[in-house]
């Protein structure tokens, strides 16, 4: 269970960090700003905004880079469930939540979802997917070698 707090605190910051790019560096027509600004007023977001107009930030950490933490998350919390086990019984959840990730960029695409679709985007979410399955992997080899 110690190990699970962790994972879960993990989680938690990696969708706050994505949520708090989305609040600092996205338009007004984003859901987050308009709850943020109904649920704290507009000088909470107007605040948040503020923060974070003086830094020059790549385009890709903004647009790309919360893709491939919400993915990120989502690995995590799916093999902390099959605890952090790669087998046939894991891999079909992994691999449902990473192709679940790559439709929904690309129904982006076909404008059945919306947004933007992003070639960059995709690569971000295979990014956030292969890091926690590339450390299991680590982690199960060297458990391995001792």
Not at 80 to 87: A, G, P, Q, R, S
Not at 94 to 111: D, P, R, W
Not at 133 to 138: A, D, M, P
Request: hydrophobic fraction near 55%.
């Amino acid at each position: 269970m110690k190990g699970n707090t962790k994972v879960l605190l993990l989680v938690f910051s990696v969708l706050c960090f994505g949520l708090l790019i989305y609040a600092t560096t996205r338009t007004e027509s984003l859901y987050l700003n308009q709850w943020l600004g109904h649920v704290g007023g507009n000088s909470l977001k107007d605040f948040l905004q503020n923060l974070f107009s003086l830094i020059s930030i790549p385009s890709w950490m903004i647009y790309s880079l919360p893709d491939a933490l919400w993915m990120l998350a989502l690995i995590l919390v799916v093999m902390m469930i099959w605890d952090f086990k790669l087998n046939r019984r894991s891999i079909p959840w992994i691999a449902g939540a990473f192709c679940a990730g790559i439709l929904f960029e690309v129904g982006q695409s076909f404008h059945l979802i919306r947004g933007t679709f992003d070639f960059i985007d995709l690569i971000s979410i295979s990014i956030g997917a292969l890091i926690p399955v590339f450390f299991t992997l680590l982690n199960m080899r060297l458990c391995k070698l001792k």
